[in-house]
Nanobody, 124 residues
Framework: QEQLVESGGGLVQPGGSLRLSCKAS????????IGWFRQAPGKEREGISS????????NYAEQVKGRFAISIDNTKNTVYLQMNGLKPEDTAVYYC?????????????????WGQGTQVTVSS
């Protein structure tokens, strides 16, 4: 079955860190672009980071630049989002998406795959 599955969310105190995982099954991320999105309660989904399945430097939204880092482990067919310096405003459900031709940035675009999401809560 072709799917993306996120994991690694949870409750963390402000200033803390989490690492999210986005594991692909049934297809190889090598041939895709992968992005992370998030949606906070009552807010629209926003794109926060993306990367080529072949690696390289990632792209970041201004609100997470310098705090979040995206990476890929092709041997595990998994993309990671390392989140440091977490703030209460980072609280959201985090989703990953993958597409063969589009760099997942626009939350309104249609992508080949979406994960089911993982909850991140930043609170003391």
């Amino acid at each position: 079955q072709e799917q993306l599955v996120e994991s690694g969310g949870g409750l963390v105190q402000p200033g803390g860190s989490l690492r999210l995982s986005c594991k692909a099954s049934g297809f190889s991320l090598d041939d895709y672009f992968i992005g992370w999105f998030r949606q906070a309660p009552g807010k629209e989904r926003e794109g926060i980071s993306s990367i080529s399945g072949r690696g390289g430097s990632g792209n970041y939204a201004e609100q997470v630049k310098g705090r979040f880092a995206i990476s890929i482990d092709n041997t595990k067919n998994t993309v990671y989002l390392q989140m440091n310096g977490l703030k209460p405003e980072d609280t959201a459900v985090y989703y990953c998406a993958a597409d063969r031709t589009l760099l997942p940035i626009d939350p309104m675009a249609t992508y080949d795959y979406w994960g089911q999401g993982t909850q991140v809560t930043v609170s003391s």
